[in-house]
């Protein structure tokens, strides 16, 4: 039977998640940013970049990592950071689960079954998940190594609970990052992760790939996190790790933190339990501010900066943001429904699926209104509060329509609507090849709970597909 799909993205609620762990404050901000706030904000999307086998010493400071060296200004440059084992396998199945899982060399396959980890969390909890991997030969490839890509460095394989659709090439990173998973991975290849190749070479590659999502991040609740697996064997596997977002403030930070504060860090973003190691681990909670920070560009830090620590202070939770407003994106529902599910969404039987008839404008689920060459109705909606007082209000989604009708009559099709009002209205005769967004303000609806839905409806035995994806609420 031809089925139609609509998969909706959503960004992920972002609202502040409270923890109530007292750290050791780092060097002050710079003047005039904000305080930095007793808890970890949920970004939209966070994007972690791995790169191989150097000494902290040998990054920071160095002429040959200029780039590398910008992003420590422009976000929190960690002192103090560090690896927990060698060789290369443990460290990345650690900060991906918490635990090295037996892993103390760097044998190839390892399959670490059903075991929890960051992605199976993610999946599990409504978002999404996706590694990217460059050299990677196929999208799903489990094999230990083909030219410069090596499974070692892959963690996600590893775990029978991350699907193969979360594991893809480098090469699918998106433009336009707003399309991203709530949290990814980057792995350069051996030779760009600087394991096979000098540090200057992986500096470049990191500025042409991943500068333009670290500069969009300061302005769309994002973060940018590079880090190291470890070091060359010549200190105590101290290594460079770096964040850049719009909510980090800029600055150098002293406590110790390793794998399992950042992935600790990142499981209290999104308010997922604690995994092995990582509950133990201190959430990294004194970058953050309430405020977005204005960058300012610090001289080039000296080879082994040393900064005094700051007094140790135990930070109040702050409460869940309720305004939504100075956290743009609205969550509308489990991210891509990668997960199989349509809730919170309410969708008429058949509407979810990831079929191959029709194409996703991302990941593999999408809804599907209509496309059954009968007469019928599909729906799709879901209730949403709107925060009084805020500067914009869009619903955004992608539409692909296509259709058996021959004629310029509107037979079949997709009302769009927030409350009694309609937004807009497809049919048949809007058929084309591809994807297009469909945006539509909802600034009459501030301050007001209203319920968005579609409503597909198919008169004929010619059937009319109307494919849904990547939608988003955004309220800033």
């Known amino acids: 039977m031809f089925r139609r799909q609509v998969a909706f993205v959503a960004s992920a609620v972002a609202a502040l998640a409270t923890v109530g762990a007292g750290v050791a404050m780092a060097a002050q901000p710079p003047t005039g940013t904000a305080a930095a706030v007793a808890a970890v904000p949920r970004p939209d999307h966070v994007v972690i970049v791995v790169f191989e086998n150097t000494d902290y010493a040998d990054i920071i400071g160095n002429p040959s990592a200029p780039y ?12 103090q950071s560090f690896g927990v084992t ?36 993610l999946i599990g909890a409504g978002f999404t998940f996706k590694g990217y991997s460059e050299s990677m030969p196929s999208d799903g490839y489990t094999g230990c190594s083909s030219g410069n890509y090596a499974r070692k460095h892959n963690p996600w394989v590893d775990f029978s609970n991350v699907p193969a659709a979360s594991n893809v090439r480098f090469s699918a990173f998106p433009t336009d990052y707003t399309t991203l998973p709530t949290v990814s991975y980057v792995v350069p ?45 010549s200190s105590v596997n101290q290594i460079a790790t770096i964040m850049v977002g719009q909510k980090v403030v800029p600055g150098a930070y002293s406590e110790q933190i390793n794998h399992y504060n950042v992935l600790r860090t990142l499981e209290d973003a999104y308010g997922l339990s604690a995994l092995g190691n990582a509950a133990s681990a201190t959430p990294i909670t004194d970058i953050w501010s309430t405020t977005t920070p204005s960058p300012t560009p610090s001289a080039s ?78 729906t799709l909606s879901q209730s949403v509060t709107l925060p009084a007082g805020c500067a914009s209000y869009t619903l955004s989604f992608w539409l692909h329509i296509d259709t058996d009708e021959t004629e310029s009559v509107a037979y079949d ?27 539509f303000d909802l600034k009459a609806f501030a301050g007001q709970t209203v319920t968005l839905k579609l409503t597909g409806v198919e008169d004929s035995t010619l059937k009319t597909s109307f494919v849904v994806d990547d939608a988003a609420l955004t309220v800033s």
């Open 301 to 378: 830090p000296t080879r082994s900066p040393s900064p005094t620590p700051g007094p140790t202070k135990t930070p109040t939770p702050s409460p869940t943001s309720t305004s939504g407003c100075a956290n743009p994106g609205q969550k509308l529902g489990n991210p891509s429904f990668e997960t199989g599910t349509a809730a919170p969404w309410t969708a008429s039987a058949g509407v979810l699926d990831n079929g191959t008839t029709q194409p996703a404008h991302s990941g593999s689920w999408k809804a599907w209104l209509d496309g059954y060459g009968s007469a019928h109705t599909d």
């Open 413 to 439: 099709t997709l009302t769009v609507m927030a409350g009694t009002t309609t937004l807009a209205t497809y049919s048949n005769t809007n058929a084309a090849t591809g994807y297009t967004q469909r945006t």
């Open 189 to 233: 290849d051996m030779c760009n992760d600087i394991h096979d190749c000098p540090i200057q070479t992986g500096d470049t590659w990191l500025r042409d790939n991943l500068d333009g999502y670290a500069q969009w991040a300061k302005t769309h609740n994002s973060l940018l996190i590079t880090t190291f697996d470890e070091d060359n064997f």
């Open 68 to 79: 590398f060296n910008s992003l420590a200004g422009q976000g929190a440059s960690f002192t």
């Open 86 to 121: 060698h060789p290369s396998q443990g460290n990345y199945v650690a900060m991906f689960s918490g635990s090295q899982q037996g892993v103390t060399d760097d044998t190839c396959p390892r399959n670490l079954g059903n075991v929890a980890n960051l992605g199976s969390q």
